[in-house]
């Protein structure tokens, strides 16, 4: 990410923060000239401390200085949790990140890590890298999911599939929110590499081909391990519901776990065995 796109990111991002937070929960009279949804920026400024100028250009995306202290001062007032500051951060502070363009993670993942992937028969479970790339899965996540395998590596991408393969929108029934989860993980990383182009390539493709994906991406949620609920509605096994949790692989910062697992008291464990062990006669 260059340093225009950066600012817009960060401009984006303070936006839709702002436009969040209704003028009544912030100590503001609402009015009746209010043209925009949220707090206006004078009121973000104020609850900050900061100068209104300042602010503005902030949010301009002009190339200001800005300090840790002062930068905190503004998530406070916006309201961010612990993920959207250290977003807010990466952006805000040209050396808050990688700052140069970082080779993507290789495609081998370490035996104990496959081992890992295979002993969990029943969670469906996948390994993305910091461009949500699928790397590795197992044996359940096929089942539930796409037979990996048979997707070209190139297209083998978690927020392309998401959005280009019809069989995960007849799967989950909150689509969205399955989406936006995996949307809300991938800005952590595009915050974090700010000097890699690649991002804003496949953005500008995302964008220009799925006008969801605009929408949802604009909406500017950030979280480096997001937990969802799930529920989908498989071809074959019907209703399953699943908790999703997202790992850092220790040692491989770039590497994600995401695991499926079947909610208490549902039967999708028990849904998922019979269609393997279908399979297998």
């Known amino acids: 990410m260059n340093s225009a796109s950066r600012l817009q990111a960060l401009s984006a991002f303070l936006k839709s923060k702002r436009a969040g937070i209704s003028p009544e929960s912030a100590g503001f009279p609402s009015g009746t000239r209010r043209r925009t949804p949220g707090l206006r920026r004078e009121e973000v400024a104020q609850l900050a401390g900061v100068s209104i100028t300042w602010y503005t250009w902030l949010e301009q995306g002009r190339d200001i200085q800005a300090s840790p202290s002062v930068l905190d001062c503004v998530a406070s007032a916006l309201r961010m949790n612990a993920d959207e500051r250290k977003y807010l951060y990466s952006l805000a502070l040209e050396g808050g990140s990688s700052t140069l363009p970082v080779e993507p993670t290789s495609a081998l993942i370490s035996p104990s890590l496959q081992k890992i992937l295979s002993e969990l028969t029943y969670c469906p479970a996948i390994v993305s890298d910091r461009m949500c790339?699928?790397?590795?899965?197992?044996?359940?996540?096929?089942?539930?999911?796409?037979?990996?395998?048979?997707?070209?590596?190139?297209?083998?991408?978690?927020?392309?599939?998401?959005?280009?393969?019809?069989?995960?929108?007849?799967?989950?029934?909150?689509?969205?929110?399955?989406?936006?989860?995996?949307?809300?993980?991938?800005?952590?990383?595009?915050?974090?590499?700010?000097?890699?182009?690649?991002?804003?390539?496949?953005?500008?493709?995302?964008?220009?081909?799925?006008?969801?994906?605009?929408?949802?991406?604009?909406?500017?949620?950030?979280?480096?391990?997001?937990?969802?609920?799930?529920?989908?509605r498989h071809a074959k096994g019907g209703k399953m519901v699943y908790e999703l949790t997202s790992l850092s692989v220790s040692g491989q910062d770039d590497l994600r776990l995401s695991i499926y697992t079947p909610a208490p008291d549902t039967p999708t464990e028990s849904k998922l065995r019979r269609l393997m062990e279908e399979r297998v006669k």
């Open 133 to 232: 790339n699928i790397v590795g899965w197992n044996e359940a996540a096929c089942f539930v999911f796409l037979d990996f395998e048979r997707i070209p590596s190139e297209r083998r991408n978690m927020i392309r599939l998401l959005f280009e393969r019809p069989e995960f929108r007849r799967l989950a029934v909150n689509w969205e929110q399955f989406a936006s989860g995996f949307l809300s993980m991938f800005r952590s990383y595009y915050g974090r590499y700010v000097g890699d182009e690649w991002y804003d390539v496949f953005l500008g493709e995302m964008i220009t081909a799925y006008p969801e994906f605009k929408n949802m991406w604009e909406h500017g949620q950030v979280s480096y391990a997001p937990e969802v609920h799930l529920e989908f």
